[in-house]
């Protein structure tokens, strides 16, 4: 049972674009929530992470909304670039110890130029 | 900036060998993880371990084992490997428990 659901499989966004995409999730012991991006044939790398205390945080282009009373979060990116055409992961931490985390299945964002 | 090596990037074994995929990072990470990705169902924790020698299951640990002799390197063990253990297999470590996990570039394994 998922845990954590991206029910995009995909988006399409014109270069200079807002690209938004979503996540949600139905645990809410959920404490800390990331998003990797992932290029083909490479492992996941880091984007942005927020903890649940928050409801933003924004690093340059990408900011990360959580919606707790919704069990949502979602990551903004402006402006697109088609550089960031990629699988978008959003994950979420729970478990003792902060040691387990839960996956969504991946939107893949193209950034058309 | 960090380095989480996997031995190999596609691997092809026979149903009932014992397979062996190694990882090991260069950044004096306490924890590490075995996830697999499969399509449809995201990345799912097999295993992690906390620091050497210890290990706890993560939500599909059947079928697997690891061994963390040295705090660099984290191996994942397919007892005897079946048709349902093709996969990709990721391998990640961090810092800390506030940190963010950091991942090699997979092992894509097929099992005949």
């Known amino acids: 049972d998922q845990q954590v659901k991206q029910n995009s499989p995909s988006l399409s966004v014109q270069e200079g674009r807002i690209s938004i995409l979503n996540c949600d999730y139905t645990?809410?012991?959920?404490?800390?929530f990331l998003w990797y991006k992932k290029y083909p044939a490479e492992g996941p790398t880091f984007l942005i992470s927020?903890?649940?205390?928050?409801d933003k945080n924004e690093d340059g282009r990408f900011t990360v909304f959580l919606n707790k009373s919704a069990k949502h979060l979602s990551l903004h990116i402006v402006p697109s670039q088609p550089g960031d055409s990629a699988v978008y992961f959003c994950?979420?931490?729970?478990?003792?110890?902060?040691?387990?985390?839960?996956f969504g299945t991946g939107t893949s964002l193209t950034v058309i130029p | 900036d960090v380095k989480v090596t996997q031995s190999s990037r596609y691997l092809v074994k026979r149903t009932g060998e014992k397979v062996f995929l190694e990882c090991v990072q260069d950044?004096?990470?306490?924890?590490m993880f075995w996830y697999r990705q499969d399509p449809g169902l995201g990345l799912r924790l097999i295993y992690f371990?906390?620091?050497?020698?210890?290990?706890e299951k993560g939500d599909i640990p059947e079928g697997y084992s690891v061994s963390r002799e040295k705090k660099e390197r984290f191996s994942l063990i397919l007892e005897s490997a079946s048709t349902n253990q093709t996969s990709m297999y990721l391998c990640?470590?961090?810092?800390?428990?506030?940190?963010?996990?950091?991942f090699g570039d997979g092992t894509r394994l097929s099992i005949l």
């Open positions: 990640a470590s961090r810092l800390g428990v506030d940190q963010p996990q950091h």
């Open positions: 645990n809410s012991m959920f404490d800390y």
């Open positions: 927020i903890s649940s205390i928050k």
């Open positions: 994950a979420a931490r729970g478990g003792p110890g902060g040691n387990q985390f839960y």
């Open positions: 950044m004096d990470h306490e924890n």
């Open positions: 371990s906390y620091d050497v020698k210890m290990k």
